[in-house]
């Protein structure tokens, strides 16, 4: 479960990549751009969740982005630079080299550790079926779903080169499957890895088929090799409180930390109303982050309400997309939840004025200076922070000169870390003006 105390830093809403032709989701694109940001440091991912082509994904596709992500965060932090931890774990100190080993591309092999030559890769989890991630760790362990790490007969011989262990995500289940079998094993990993936290968010991840792979997953949180936590967030909000109550439910099902409730929209009800759907989604047990956003719902909270919601038992912070830092210089002055900047061109008045970190779409492309800007931040070097700022702030206008994530996809894709700027209607594409004023930051 996410807690208040992890409710911060830098918080990227993934864009939806789709195929140019079927307009299909675009999964090859999606893990791209997935492996991108969480190389760049990016303290969580947004998946569906705040964009503007958010209502126009399947319940079922959101699951599939969902098990997609689980797959790419295990991933990243089974292959990262601290991927050391299993060579720590036999008592040696140098990190590495758990890479390049002799006819093994896949990252992670085990070749180079004492007496351990070709003991299979241990990154390449899902579809992985011909060897067990942990093969040849103190002769052999396997991994169990459920997150057990077992070691087998012979700890200090090992089994042959080439043995096999548990073939992780070879079974049935699909994506969904092998994402959470995944998932199993960076727990299992990182049970004695060093600390650190990155954050995920994925809206709406109730549907059926492939994501009933991930239910019962007991929390989507995952460490990996070095302890990495990596919480992932649902969006589950709508303007009915019934169906939020079921997506929520839903999410919590397939292991989601907590889920992101936009403010009902549309119907605009009064505040005893919102705060009762809040009340009532929150019974829900799954931790629920506010999102407040006027310009898109119709309706701006009174600053009273939102300290009523936020007091809700359950409830542990709240995204503010409001026109300017009023709320959340008030909210800081009383002593608040944690407040997430979600208007980026705000984003450093916000941290002046005590916002807990950011969510921020135009992080999809610049993450590494987005995630340094916020470091420097918190690490009182409030000057170098507003430069890192102001030198952002030209492209973050233009990334929002059109709807959103219009520009954002089509610098993406001109980038090459997705096949396409596609978007499905009411959405279209950016203007060849804009085209022209982006192409500069290619």
């Given at each position: 479960?996410?807690?208040?105390?992890?409710?911060?830093?830098?918080?990227?809403?993934?864009?939806?990549?789709?195929?140019?032709?079927?307009?299909?989701?675009?999964?090859?694109?999606?893990?791209?751009?997935?492996a991108?940001?969480?190389?760049?440091?990016?303290?969580?991912?947004?998946?569906?969740?705040?964009?503007?082509?958010?209502?126009?994904?399947?319940?079922?596709?959101?699951?599939?982005?969902?098990?997609?992500?689980?797959?790419?965060?295990?991933?990243?932090?089974?292959?990262?630079?601290?991927?050391?931890?299993?060579v720590?774990?036999?008592?040696?100190e140098?990190?590495?080299?758990?890479?390049g080993?002799?006819?093994?591309?896949?990252?992670?092999?085990?070749?180079?550790?004492?007496?351990?030559?070709?003991?299979?890769p241990?990154?390449?989890?899902?579809?992985?079926?011909?060897?067990?991630?942990?093969?040849g760790?103190?002769?052999?362990?396997?991994?169990?779903?459920?997150?057990?790490?077992?070691?087998?007969?012979?700890?200090?011989?090992?089994?042959?080169?080439?043995?096999a262990?548990?073939?992780?995500?070879?079974?049935?289940?699909?994506?969904?499957?092998?994402?959470?079998?995944?998932?199993?094993?960076?727990?299992?990993?990182?049970?004695?890895?060093?600390?650190?936290?990155?954050?995920?968010?994925?809206?709406?991840a109730?549907?059926?088929?492939?994501?009933?792979?991930?239910?019962?997953?007991?929390?989507?949180?995952?460490?990996?090799?070095?302890?990495?936590?990596?919480?992932?967030?649902?969006?589950?909000?709508?303007?009915?409180?019934?169906?939020?109550?079921?997506?929520?439910?839903?999410?919590?099902?397939?292991?989601?930390?907590?889920a992101?409730?936009?403010?009902?929209?549309?119907?605009?009800?009064?505040?005893?109303?919102?705060?009762?759907?809040f009340?009532?989604?929150?019974?829900?047990?799954?931790?629920?982050?506010?999102?407040?956003?006027?310009?898109?719902?119709?309706?701006?909270?009174?600053?009273?309400?939102?300290?009523?919601?936020?007091?809700?038992?359950?409830?542990?912070?709240?995204?503010?997309?409001?026109?300017?830092?009023?709320?959340v210089?008030?909210?800081?002055?009383?002593?608040?939840?944690?407040?997430?900047?979600?208007?980026?061109r705000?984003?450093?008045?916000a941290?002046?004025?005590?916002?807990?970190?950011?969510?921020?779409?135009?992080?999809?492309?610049?993450?590494?200076?987005?995630?340094?800007?916020?470091?420097?931040?918190?690490?009182?070097?409030?000057?170098?922070?507003?430069?890192?700022?102001?030198?952002?702030?030209?492209?973050?206008?233009?990334?929002?000169?059109?709807?959103n994530?219009?520009?954002?996809?089509?610098?993406?894709?001109?980038?090459?870390?997705?096949g396409?700027?596609?978007?499905?209607?009411?959405?279209?594409?950016?203007?060849?003006p804009l085209?022209?004023?982006l192409a500069?930051?290619l």
């Amino acid at each position: 479960m996410l807690t208040m105390e992890e409710l911060k830093g830098v918080y990227v809403p993934v864009v939806t990549p789709f195929m140019a032709s079927s307009q299909e989701l675009a999964l090859d694109g999606f893990r791209r751009l997935l492996a991108a940001l969480l190389e760049a440091g990016v303290d969580g991912l947004v998946i569906n969740g705040t964009t503007g082509e958010s209502p126009t994904v399947s319940q079922t596709e959101v699951a599939l982005l969902l098990a997609a992500a689980r797959e790419a965060v295990a991933a990243a932090c089974a292959g990262r630079e601290e991927r050391g931890l299993l060579v720590g774990l036999l008592g040696r100190e140098e990190r590495g080299p758990l890479v390049g080993s002799p006819g093994r591309e896949e990252r992670g092999s085990l070749a180079g550790l004492p007496g351990r030559a070709e003991r299979g890769p241990l990154v390449e989890l899902p579809g992985c079926a011909e060897r067990g991630p942990l093969v040849g760790l103190l002769g052999r362990a396997e991994w169990e779903p459920g997150g057990v790490v077992r070691p087998g007969a012979g700890a200090n011989g090992g089994a042959a080169a080439g043995d096999a262990g548990i073939g992780v995500g070879s079974g049935s289940g699909g994506l969904a499957a092998a994402a959470a079998d995944a998932a199993g094993f960076a727990a299992a990993a990182g049970s004695s890895g060093a600390a650190g936290t990155a954050h995920l968010v994925a809206a709406s991840a109730a549907g059926s088929g492939s994501a009933a792979g991930l239910a019962g997953a007991g929390g989507a949180g995952i460490a990996g090799a070095a302890g990495r936590r990596v919480p992932i967030v649902v969006g589950t909000g709508t303007n009915d409180t019934a169906e939020t109550v079921r997506r929520t439910a839903r999410a919590a099902e397939l292991g989601a930390d907590a889920a992101l409730v936009v403010t009902p929209y549309y119907n605009r009800p009064s505040p005893a109303g919102v705060v009762a759907h809040f009340r009532r989604v929150a019974e829900v047990g799954l931790p629920v982050i506010v999102y407040e956003i006027p310009h898109r719902t119709g309706l701006a909270l009174p600053l009273d309400t939102i300290r009523e919601i936020l007091e809700l038992d359950g409830v542990i912070g709240i995204k503010d997309s409001t026109a300017g830092v009023q709320l959340v210089t008030e909210l800081s002055r009383l002593g608040s939840k944690p407040v997430l900047c979600g208007e980026d061109r705000q984003w450093f008045a916000a941290l002046c004025c005590g916002a807990a970190g950011g969510m921020l779409a135009s992080a999809n492309v610049r993450t590494a200076r987005f995630a340094g800007l916020y470091r420097s931040f918190a690490a009182g070097r409030t000057a170098e922070a507003k430069r890192a700022f102001d030198e952002l702030l030209p492209l973050i206008r233009l990334l929002f000169a059109e709807p959103n994530p219009g520009p954002l996809k089509w610098l993406l894709a001109r980038e090459g870390i997705i096949g396409s700027d596609a978007m499905r209607l009411p959405m279209t594409g950016i203007s060849a003006p804009l085209q022209a004023e982006l192409a500069a930051y290619l």
